[in-house]
């Protein structure tokens, strides 16, 4: 198996690259300690348990240093390789690129210095000339980050929302596939999405409004049987329906418990919003619907999901 290779063309402008890593890197403790793990003495690739224990990071920490893997990743900032089954395993692995580790002293000292950062010279902050023109570019979207979370009384939609006050009593003899077909029917998407277990997302469509213009959404819904509050942890099998979700090229992510929602589901959303906006240089849009705002849908829809209209 060929190792990868990073693609930083050194050709291009290397403060502008610099200053978008450093951005990327970050304060976030769990980003610094996964990077400083893998830019270590070791040399061997290591999976996110290898990387964990250098870090000496708590097991509880994993879908963070799940998603700090994943951002440091996209970005080159380190180098991640897929399972190799010559080293037994299934995982993926992640190594030093030869690029970062040269500028890494650098790289950290732009992080720690948000003034020294900004104001670093690039070829964007030069004026132009013909010499300039004729040297390759490398433009890092980082230097962007457009998120808002925004609620389900805020999408056009579901307007209707907004006159329904929110109630505590619970509904019941709803099932997740009855709640997703009610969206569909309120949105007017009329495509089947059948439910199997490589999907990323329970719902895809570009019928949804916001702002007065259609979006393309991509939602996850939770069957009302679970019980408790909804987090990272019980996202999935493996924990991993946050970042399946986003996997789909979408501008508005939506999330639906039928309970309360945890902060840390909210963290890791705008987390994994963040790192999309920066990809694909966008505005991201994500919205967590709670029990509440479940039960405030149905009462402003009840004939979309089968129920008599109330007088």
Not at 12 to 26: D, I, K, P, Y
Not at 210 to 217: C, F
């Amino acid at each position: 198996m060929h190792k990868p290779v990073s693609v930083i063309d050194d050709h291009a402008n290397v403060e502008e690259t610099l200053q978008s890593m450093a951005r990327v890197l970050g304060t976030d403790k769990v980003r610094r300690a996964v990077f400083n793990a893998v830019y270590g003495r070791h040399r061997k690739p290591a999976h996110i348990g290898r990387i964990m224990e250098i870090a000496g990071i708590d097991g509880n920490q994993k879908q963070q240093v799940r998603n700090a893997l994943s951002v440091l990743s996209s970005n080159k900032v380190i180098v991640k390789s897929p399972p190799d089954s010559k080293r037994d395993s299934k995982l993926n692995h992640y190594e030093k690129s030869e690029w970062v580790n040269a500028r890494k002293k650098k790289i950290l000292d732009l992080a720690d210095n948000k003034e020294k950062r900004e104001t670093l010279p690039t070829k964007r902050k030069r004026n132009s000339s013909p010499e300039a023109d004729m040297v390759t570019k490398i433009t890092y979207v980082g230097a962007r980050i457009r998120v808002s979370e925004i609620t389900i009384d805020d999408i056009d939609s579901f307007k209707s929302v907004n006159r329904i006050e929110p109630r505590s009593s619970s509904l019941k003899g709803i099932s997740e596939d009855e709640f997703k077909k009610g969206i569909q029917s309120i949105i007017g998407e009329e495509a089947i999405f059948k439910d199997w277990g490589g999907e990323k997302s329970d719902l895809l469509s570009t019928r949804v409004r916001l702002n007065g213009k259609r979006i393309g959404a991509a939602f996850a819904f939770k069957g009302p049987g679970q019980a408790g509050a909804l987090t990272p942890a019980r996202m999935g099998k493996n924990g991993d329906q946050a970042l399946r979700l986003f996997e789909e090229i979408a501008n508005l992510y939506v999330i639906q418990h039928w309970r309360e929602i945890a902060q840390s589901v909210r963290v890791l959303i705008h987390s994994l919003a963040v790192t999309h906006s920066v990809m694909r240089n966008t505005e991201i849009h994500f919205c967590l619907i709670d029990g509440q705002d479940s039960l405030r849908i149905v009462d402003a829809y009840r004939s979309h999901f089968g129920f008599p209209a109330t007088a």
